[in-house]
């Protein structure tokens, strides 16, 4: 009897359902006697030993299924060395649970801070395969992160339709796009969407080159102007200041976000009026997009014939667009950034988009 464990952890996106899918499927086609433990809501559930028996049929029909069908929760790395409230170790009573059900494998899909918990496992002798879950396309070991394509899509989408409204009323709009530490998302969005300043956390901003932008615009007869702006974005400022030096600013900081500072500020140095639209969780929500079922089933798939080979303790990741095993330990508490200086930043700056750092 083969018996696998499955979670899904951290923030939810597009796809999830499809690699678990993958999976099984993978799994499932080589062998028939597999017993499928669905954990609920992330590590919670291996903590608590909250779990589903599943079967094949449970992994059918989810492939254009947002969400994930277990069901996730945020668990914090930097606390899982932390016992809860009545006093429970939380690593111990994972390894109880994983022995307890005689399992031979844990999967675990997930995003950055899901990783450093599943390579905690792996060194306290589990046998572990993760995959590579977020938006925001910032794990390290992988070229690729499903979720990441739909999530710029939607957001290419918000931007597209902003366009008419901005034209209308010739006004400036602030498109906010998740992305607190990295901004992958918001670079494709703001390049495929055609934005004229695109402010990520990788490159801190000057309000003066924002302003001088908009200015030149407006003096070149082009009435309207559109930002897409990471929720993470940093002034030049701000990006001197210590980490919780930044940190006290912000919890004292009059503004819901970024995009709400950002207006006012413009508002006093352009006189041009200011609108802000934050798309929000619908990034992360709805059926993900052709290109994320693929790299989702094949990253199952891949993690399927490890499983098979007992070949345990890696991430499914993808380079040069294949996939490729990468070891837990070379991805925990790795984040994979936006290169200021690479290719991409530079074409759009050969085109006329501002980062907001320089003239």
């Known amino acids: 009897m ?15 359902n499809a690699a678990m899918r993958g999976v099984v499927k993978g799994v499932c086609s080589k062998r028939d006697d597999v017993e499928i433990y669905g954990f609920r809501d992330g590590y919670k559930g291996l903590i608590y030993a909250n779990f589903d028996m599943l079967t094949a049929k449970n992994f059918s029909g989810i492939l254009t299924r947002g969400g994930t069908i277990l069901g996730t929760s945020r668990q914090p790395f930097k606390l899982m060395g932390v016992p809860d409230a009545n ?4 690593v111990s009573a994972m390894k109880h649970t994983y022995h307890k059900l005689n399992l031979d494998c844990l999967v675990v899909l997930g995003g950055n801070g899901t990783h450093k918990t599943a390579n905690l496992l792996r060194e306290e002798g589990l046998n572990v395969i993760t995959l590579p879950k977020t938006i925001d396309n910032d794990l390290w070991g992988t070229e690729m992160t499903f979720g990441f394509q739909s999530a710029v899509d939607i957001a290419t989408d918000t931007i597209d339709r902003i366009h008419t409204t ?39 901003y000057d309000i003066d080159v924002i302003a001088d932008v908009i200015q030149k ?13 990471a929720e993470g974005a940093v002034s030049k400022t701000d990006a001197q200041l210590k980490k919780k030096e930044y940190k006290d600013k912000l919890a004292k900081r009059k503004y819901p976000s970024i995009a709400y500072e950002l207006a006012e500020q413009i508002q006093q140095k352009t006189d041009k009026e200011v609108r802000i639209t934050v798309p929000g969780h619908t990034q992360r929500g709805g059926s993900p997009c052709a290109y994320d079922r693929v790299i989702a089933t094949r990253v199952g798939a891949a993690a399927a014939e490890l499983i098979l080979k007992k070949e345990y303790g890696y991430m499914i990741g993808i380079k040069n667009g294949e996939t490729q095993k990468v070891p837990l330990q070379n991805v925990a508490g790795r984040l994979k950034t936006v290169d200021p200086n690479c290719s991409l930043i530079q074409e759009a700056k050969r085109i006329g988009i501002s980062f907001g750092d320089e003239i």
């Open 2 to 16: 083969l018996r696998i464990g499955m979670l899904t952890s951290g923030g939810d996106c597009q796809a999830l």
């Open 87 to 90: 006093g429970l170790d939380k």
């Open 166 to 204: 901005a034209t209308s009323h010739s006004r400036v709009f602030i498109i906010e796009v998740m992305g607190h530490k990295v901004g992958h998302v918001t670079l494709h969005a703001g390049v495929a969407g055609g934005a004229d300043i695109i402010l990520l956390p990788e490159i801190p």
């Open 217 to 229: 615009r407006s003096g070149s007869n082009k009435s309207f102007t559109i930002l897409a702006v």
